[in-house]
């Protein structure tokens, strides 16, 4: 296991008391007030007037379309980032190529651009009066307004998260595996299966989580391509906001705690995916 140095314990240990439990309360406090106290609050309004209504909001067949079709977006983006995300990190951690540099920045755009202007832009490209919304309508196919488009926009603002997750790790381990069993005579696929992905396992996992997290609860793209129609194209995120803004707080507050409940998985899972992740490193630099 990796050791801290004497000159990094050192300093880690100069700080008074009084300082350490300071920066300490501040940390947890800023947690408290910015993060528990919103989640607790969330839970509390939505069983404000008892289970009996927070359920029947949770069976309204609006709530349950919204839900469902959550689910179905969330299923279609996940295995196509994942796709993307294993052949990028593969390409960019194991090669050498032209416009390499050029690639990692076209990764990281979501990050930098809006959601509500991504949007913007698939309607931009896809809608009535868009560069290809006149072929659209010839043919009868919708992807504005409708599933299509949801898909598309929930896919540009998650696609980093799988990538970004393995580019660091598949650099840091090399490439002397996989040139190893290349050279023992195993195919691309063999290596792939064999060697690769057991060693990214963890990596692509804490990936996929947050990438499922942000698919479930993604607003802004979604909410300019879904156009709002309540059974059709909303989202639970939408769906929140809808009830919202006719004063339906309890009905909100109970569609709102299925995405605090989200919150709450992804980031256990996310704990235990960090701690197996940090074991296997320790173990690899122990072998080293």
């Known amino acids: 296991m990796h050791r801290a140095s004497p000159v990094s314990r050192s300093i880690s240990t100069t700080e008074t008391r009084w300082v350490r439990w300071t920066l300490l309360i501040a940390a947890l406090g800023f947690l408290a007030f910015f993060l528990l106290l919103p989640l607790v609050a969330v839970f509390a309004e939505a069983f404000r007037k008892g289970g009996e209504l927070y359920f029947e909001a949770l069976r309204d067949p609006d709530a349950r379309s919204a839900i469902e079709l959550t689910l179905i977006v969330s299923a279609i983006s996940l295995p196509l980032n994942l796709v993307f995300g294993v052949a990028a990190a593969w390409a960019i951690a194991k090669f050498e190529f032209r416009g390499k540099s050029l690639l990692v920045t076209l ?14 832009i698939y309607v931009l490209l896809f809608g009535a009066q868009g560069w290809f919304g006149p072929w659209l309508s010839a043919h009868d196919f919708k992807v504005i307004f409708a599933v299509p488009g949801m898909v598309l926009a929930t896919i540009f603002v998650t696609f ?15 490439s002397d595996e996989e040139q190893a069993a290349l050279v023992l005579g195993a195919s691309g696929w063999q290596t792939f299966w064999r060697v690769t992905l057991p060693n990214i396992k963890w990596g692509l996992l804490y990936g996929v989580i947050l990438c ?36 339906n707080f309890v009905a ?7 995405l605090a409940l989200l919150a709450l ?6 704990t235990l995916v960090e701690t197996r992740l940090a074991r296997e490193q320790d173990a690899a630099l122990q072998a080293a």
Request: net charge negative.
């Open 107 to 120: 990764i990281d755009l979501p990050f930098s651009v809006s959601p509500v202007v991504a949007g913007l």
């Open 160 to 174: 980093p998260f799988v990538a970004r997750e393995l580019i660091p790790l598949m650099e840091a381990q090399g």
């Open 212 to 247: 499922n997290a942000r698919a479930m609860g993604e607003f802004g793209a979604v909410s300019v391509v879904s156009g709002h129609i309540r059974g059709q194209t909303n989202t639970v995120p939408l769906h929140v906001e809808i009830l919202y803004n006719e004063y």
């Open 252 to 258: 909100a507050f109970a569609c709102a705690s299925i």
């Open 265 to 270: 998985v992804t980031l256990a899972l996310k």
